[in-house]
């Protein structure tokens, strides 16, 4: 099968190949479904500190996923317009989608319980929300500065 590949065919291939193994940007990361069943448990008191806890896990996972997503892009620029063997260093094992994806899922899953169980979470939301507003900002910042698009 490989003798039937022409160069070009090759090409796309690879190409193709190493496109779906660039890192995707923080904010393109899906959710994973996590169960509110499993802080069916918890008071509210004890809910508020773990929604700040993943919160947090949330910024310091997607600022790691977007430096990967910023690093791919570039090797992928600089292979395919100057080197070719850039795009070796594709960081396919840097990934941090699968992890930013379940916590999102645990902010979610923890913002329902929270919700069942009528807690008062307003203030902590408001400042999650603004952690991750600043956190976007700073991504366009950074992209505005390297002309670079995750």
Do not use: H
């Amino acid at each position: 099968m490989v003798a039937n590949l022409t160069p070009t065919r090759l090409t796309s291939l690879l190409v193709t190949t190493l496109l779906v193994g660039c890192a995707s940007s923080s904010d393109k990361v899906g959710t994973s479904y996590v169960s509110p069943l499993q802080y069916a448990t918890l008071t509210c008191d004890q809910i508020k500190p773990e929604l700040l806890r993943v919160n947090t896990q949330i910024v310091k996972v997607s600022g790691v996923q977007d430096q990967v997503a910023t690093k791919d892009s570039v090797a992928m620029g600089v292979g395919l317009v100057l080197f070719w063997p850039a795009l070796f260093f594709l960081a396919a094992g840097d990934d941090q989608q699968a992890e930013l994806a379940n916590l999102k899922g645990q902010y979610d899953a923890l913002e329902s319980a929270a919700i069942q169980k009528n807690c008062d979470i307003a203030p902590e939301l408001l400042a999650a929300k603004a952690q991750r507003e600043e956190l976007k900002k700073k991504q366009e910042a950074q992209q505005r500065e390297t002309g670079i698009t995750p």
